[in-house]
């Protein structure tokens, strides 16, 4: 069983920078994917982005130089460094892990953009 807790999302203006944090319960190390997905009201949840064991990463074309995910194996955690904030970047972040198989989600962070 993986714990995931999210931390780091708030309120900002566009072309502001927000950063999330996602800490792991358990070792991180031998999780084959993590990442962030994010949830609009009124949407369906969409891929943000993700970080394999190796460090190879993938962003969905929206956030694609303006987002940046990396993974701390010593520190368990997860970050979402997230720059040039747009008000289409709203939305509930959720941090997710897939385990040999198993998927787990951490309970989300609330991150607005707006003027």
């Known amino acids: 069983q993986v714990q995931l807790v999210e931390s780091g999302g708030g309120l900002d203006q566009p072309g502001g920078s927000l950063t999330l944090s996602c800490a792991a319960s358990?070792?991180?190390?031998?999780?084959?994917?993590m990442g962030w997905f994010r949830q609009a009201p009124g949407k369906q949840r969409e891929l943000v982005a993700t970080i394999t064991s190796t460090s190879s990463t993938h962003y969905r074309d929206s956030v694609k130089g303006r987002f940046t995910i990396s993974r701390d194996n010593a520190k368990n955690t997860v970050v979402l460094h997230m720059n040039s904030l747009q008000p289409e970047d709203t939305g509930v972040y959720f941090c997710y892990a897939n385990r040999y198989g198993m998927v787990y989600w951490g309970s989300g962070t609330l991150v607005t953009v707006s003027s």
């Open positions: 358990a070792s991180i190390a031998e999780i084959l994917v």
